[in-house]
């Protein structure tokens, strides 16, 4: 017997949960005898809506939607970052969740998947405003998070600032510091080493691991990052030091290209002093149209949702995609980018170095030992080549693409999870 949709969602077929979706259909017929659970995938266990209010300094009050969304918890406590943005909805929350789920597996991390979002523009509100709406959101989830429960971290608009207000908000409610309730803190309180540069570290690892597979090396090979914050400017910084040319960059004021190489060390210096890409001088500012044009070996999109569209798929001249962002790739645009014998490294690998090192940042706060950054930087390495080798290999076992493949070894691992473990009571 099929089981109805759910109720709380809208049945937009663009939207992200209908994509992940789309994505556990493609799965399904791989599973073997553990596609009696697959419905376990098709759902949330637990989503948290709150009211988020908050004490304006101009003396209104202002309300604000949060969420906190747990997937799955069949491996291990809840895992998944928070994102600050206008266009957060439940939907996008679950759907983001669930893509932990598969990633946590997929890297044989033992936790579940979970994600949290904030409806708001980070950016329209004073230091203190965004402290209180970060205490108080952090407050109103604290019935569901904690270091064995579920563990946030930084995603779109959050960053280490962020997640040290997580802490010790959650640590006055319980009444003891908790380092390990969140990940991505400062090092000065139980934070990681390499935390900050590992998703940028981890996108860079995937693609040149694939391109090597592909046969073609990194160095001198054309590169296109999409989404230049912190996190990917280091995936560009990385590519750049390995001899590849970065051709073209976007972020969210607009796009830059320079076919002789940008010096991204440079740019990154340029944006993090205030400036904006589109103005720095060692590019030259072009549409939006033209930078899905630029021809380039390896692309990377690294900013939000839905950016490789089918129309986008149909024209994009590259050999590589490697998602940096989650959900950047439409199903349509993955059917459309196979056919074209594009190789897509999905989000649940390719940006799985930030999970990864927050892991290794919760098992150190746990045992108050700390690593050395090199051991970090090795650990990572290793972790997601193996992953990486498992992912082709099973690709090449089931004849599928990259995402199906992580989507059945990830899959596979959380369904063997819930079927062990039985259904309470
Ligand atoms: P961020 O806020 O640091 O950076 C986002 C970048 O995207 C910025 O450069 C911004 O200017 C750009 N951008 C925003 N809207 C854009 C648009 N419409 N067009 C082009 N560029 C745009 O965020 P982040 O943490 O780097 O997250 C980016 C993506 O990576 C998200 O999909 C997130 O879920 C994913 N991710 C982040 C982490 C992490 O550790 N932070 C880990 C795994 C995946």
Same mark, same amino acid.
């Given at each position: 017997m099929s089981t109805p949709g759910?109720?709380?969602?809208?049945?937009?077929?663009?939207?992200p949960w209908q994509m992940y979706l789309q994505q556990v259909d493609r799965v399904a017929p791989h599973l073997?005898?553990?596609?009696?659970?697959?419905?376990?995938?098709?759902?949330?266990k637990r989503v948290l809506a709150v009211d988020i209010p908050i004490n304006k300094d101009d003396g209104t009050v202002a309300h604000f939607e949060g969420f906190r969304a747990q997937h799955n918890l069949s491996r291990g406590p809840g895992k998944g970052g928070v994102r600050f943005h206008p266009d957060v909805t439940i939907d996008e929350v679950m759907a983001l969740s669930a893509w932990m789920t598969v990633k946590n597996a997929a890297l044989n991390l033992p936790y579940g998947g979970a994600k949290g979002g904030v409806r /708001?523009?980070?950016?329209?509100?004073t230091r203190g405003e965004l402290e209180r709406l970060t205490r108080r959101y952090t407050s109103e989830i604290g019935l569901i998070i904690?270091?064995?429960k579920d563990i946030p971290a930084p995603d779109v608009n959050t960053n280490d600032q962020i997640m040290a207000w997580m802490m010790d908000t959650y640590s006055m409610n319980v009444g003891a510091t908790a380092t390990g309730v969140v990940t991505g803190k400062p090092i000065a309180l139980g934070g990681s080493l390499g935390r900050r540069e590992a998703t940028g570290r981890g996108v860079y690892i995937a693609a040149r691991e694939t391109a090597r597979a592909m046969g073609f090396d990194i160095s001198g090979a054309r590169v296109v990052v999409q989404g230049f914050g912190n996190v990917r400017g280091i995936a560009a910084k990385l590519f750049r030091a390995a001899?590849?040319? /970065?051709v073209g960059l976007q972020d969210a004021n607009g796009s830059v290209v320079n076919e002789a190489g940008i010096d991204v060390d440079a740019a990154l210096d340029y944006v993090a002093l205030g400036g904006k890409l589109t103005e720095f001088k060692g590019a030259t500012q072009i549409t939006e149209g033209e930078f899905w044009a630029i021809k380039s070996d390896i692309f990377v999109?690294?900013?939000?949702?839905?950016?490789?569209?089918e129309a986008r798929a149909k024209t994009i001249s590259t050999r590589l995609v490697v998602e940096g962002a989650n959900g950047p790739t439409t199903p349509a645009a993955d059917d459309i980018l196979h056919d074209r014998n594009i190789i897509v490294v999905p989000d649940v690998i390719a940006n799985a170095g930030g999970v990864t090192v927050s892991y290794f940042e919760w098992v150190q706060d746990f045992s108050s030992f700390f690593w050395t950054e090199a051991e970090i930087n090795d650990r990572l390495e290793r972790i997601m080549v193996e992953a990486l080798k498992a992912v082709v290999a099973a690709s090449e076992k089931h004849k599928v693409s990259l995402r199906t493949a992580a989507f059945i070894i990830a899959c596979t691992r959380v369904l063997a999870a819930r079927e062990l473990r039985g259904l309470y009571p």
């Open positions: 759910l109720s709380y969602v809208p049945n937009n077929p663009q939207s073997g005898h553990l596609q009696r659970w697959v419905e376990t995938l098709k759902r949330c /708001v523009d980070p950016k329209a509100l904690g270091p064995d001899g590849a040319v /970065v999109p690294a900013a939000l949702e839905n950016q490789l569209t």
